[in-house]
């Protein structure tokens, strides 16, 4: 079961090319976010998007840049990534960007060559 | 900036056993959560904890918050192979307007 689904599942991409991940929540949720799950890390908040308008841009390199179109669909548009840039990534939604608690899509793994 | 840490980070479980992770928050909480990772799987809520000293419990599940507010613990029961994951805690800051910061996680093996 998961209301938020994300595409691809899985991706290879080299470091020179331009890919974009997906995200889309059928929950009626305000606010959408994107972490990034590496194996010996925590998850790692990148973006925060509320009402559509970002509101969290936790230090994330500009290879990685994010777009809301609406409250349902958030993507990330990805550019000249690195090695090190391969790992889970994860999208969430919640009703509204306080207490409430998120719901996760199954994630993409991205490997980069 | 807050800093949630978790121990341990990986414990192995004899089925049938009990054990309690536990969550340390540097700052004073708003809130906490759980969530927990199958192997290959995404994060998935479990619960939310509010009030100092709240004590939440589902089926073998047993959560708690501490009454400082800036620690949380996980206590199974009866451990099963089904319980088998990664359990993250969550934590949100009014200060940070509620974004939460998760924990490393403590991955769970059973051991049949």
């Known amino acids: 079961e998961t209301g938020v689904t994300q595409t691809p599942r899985h991706l290879v991409m080299g470091m020179t090319n331009k890919k974009s991940l997906k995200c889309e929540q059928h929950l009626g949720h305000n606010a959408m976010y994107w972490y990034k799950q590496s194996a010996k890390k925590p998850l790692e908040l990148m973006f925060v998007y509320n009402f559509k308008e970002q509101t969290e841009n936790n230090s994330v390199p500009s290879r990685f840049s994010p777009e809301c179109p609406n409250s349902s669909h958030l993507f990330l548009h990805l550019h000249t990534l690195q090695p090190e840039d391969s790992a889970l990534y994860l999208c969430?939604?919640?009703?509204?960007?306080?207490?409430?608690?998120?719901?996760f899509g199954d994630g993409t793994r991205l490997s980069i060559l | 900036g807050q800093q949630v840490m978790q121990i341990p980070q990986y414990q192995h479980v004899q089925e049938g056993e009990d054990f309690t992770t536990y969550c340390n928050s540097s700052?004073?909480?708003?809130?906490i959560q759980w969530y927990k990772q199958r192997p290959g799987g995404h994060p998935v809520f479990l619960i939310q904890l509010v009030k100092s000293g709240e004590v939440k419990k589902q089926k073998r599940l047993t959560f708690q918050f501490g009454e400082a507010k800036k620690n949380s613990s996980l206590h199974i029961t009866a451990t099963q192979t089904t319980d088998v994951g990664t359990y993250f805690c969550?934590?949100?800051?009014?200060?940070?307007?509620?974004?939460?910061?998760f924990g490393g996680g403590t991955r769970v093996l059973v051991k049949p």
């Open positions: 969430a939604s919640s009703q509204d960007k306080g207490t409430q608690p998120q719901h």
């Open positions: 700052t004073t909480l708003s809130n």
């Open positions: 969550a934590g949100g800051t009014k200060a940070a307007g509620n974004k939460l910061t």
